[in-house]
């Protein structure tokens, strides 16, 4: 599965919840009890309006091993719920450990609870145990600190009294196990995402820096969730590993209707998931640092135009010199709500403010200032991932935003002496590197409605509070109507 640590990890269909704050349903009760079945994807509610799954094949599979129990009981589908956009949702966690006691096979201590020496033999203790989980909806994972490492860990402050630098505790969202074809990195902290002798290489990097294909990626990753978090002794047989992966890779999940704006995919907008299919994607589409990969043409910031056609449907906002007062508005609240969005989209390309202090971005461009945009770092088109493998510190783990339920590290630079404080080194516990320090992929934007809450670790509970963090992060300076249009926009996806 990919993107996250919890690929196949779970649970069978039984519990697939039909939004993030509904219970089971019949439906999905009957298809547990059934032979499985191959059903076309329906819409499913989010609270914002609702997504749709559509899949290149023309059904979703459920007897696919996707949704098959391994080693400990989970599936991929125990961490990879259709209607929490192929993630998990602390609400349908809440949900699931109500109904089960806290005995759903998402529910173990392997990476679940936590702490792996968590008590759970009363419900009380699960309810403790798993509080991360069920509240943020993140999955503990155990990382040491690589060998030959540039730094060392100096101190430990865990909440749960068991991360040391044999096995530091991380707390991480699941990402989709959908819209695949738009990654070039595969988890979090990119690790995944395989060397190889290839063409898919990053342009202006020496020596250069080149990956293994997507479906290699993607089977190794499936491969290690299996051994790990499901604890499938010996993994997955060649022939799982590529029919999970030929599943995932024909998802797609998109927001389809917004309470407000209604059917997203309506005079003349291409929101929904079946335009979504159609997207193109290719390593280094519209690559900010080099330019397209193949077109050779410059980085646009034009990198979304699912609405533009929405930007007369209600009377245009007032001019820079009215910002702060609310845009004009319409007797159809439908024709307003397409509006916010639309403002929303234009904001996302075109609102410029100075992005300092990236590492990944800023030292690439050897740029201590580069005037961009929010689609700078979303630079694939109608996606928002980055199209080339390059992870980012936008500083979502730095140790001012650690709260109490998160683990603190101080490491120390060997060479400088140099220290740091964070709640997760990121990509620096892969190459053992001090630069790569809290350096995390850029998540696709898509579905984003159905799969709060945000950022790595789920520190963000909503779509404003992102946009709140990124405002304050960089001063952009946004009035409360320009949070409201983008975080319209946002959920619109």
Known sequence: MTGSLSGCGGSDSQQGLAGADAPTTVKEVQRAEATPTREVPAPIADGSGSILTYSTVGYIDY??????????????????QEGQAWSVTPAALQARFNASAGSDPIFQTVDGSNSPDAVTATLAQKQSAYSMLLTKGVIRVGLPLPAGAEFELTQVNDPYGFASAAQLSLFRRPLPAANLSFESTVMWDGRETLAASSNLCIKGTAPSQCFATQNADLGAQANAAAEGHAQLVGGLNATQQQSIVD??????????????????GVNGATGGTQNLAAVPFYFGINDVVSGDYRSGTRFSSNVMNLFTAWQTAAPAPLPPGGRGAPPPVTADPAANARASIARGEQLFNTRPFDITGVAGLNDVLNQPNVRGTCSTCHDSPNAGTMSAPRLLDTGVAAANLRTPDLPLYTLKNIATGAMRQTTDPGRALITGK???????????????????PYFHNGSQADLPSVIRFYDHRFQIGLSPQDVTDLANFLRAL
């Open 63 to 80: 007897g696919n091993p996707f949704f098959a129990p391994l080693g400990n009981g989970r599936a991929c589908a125990s961490c990879h």
């Open 247 to 264: 599943f995932e890779s024909a998802l797609f999940v998109a927001q389809v209707s917004d309470n407000a704006a209604g059917n997203l």
């Open 434 to 452: 001090w630069s790569d320090l809290d350096k995390f992929k850029v998540p696709n934007l898509r579905g984003l409605a159905a799969r709060a």
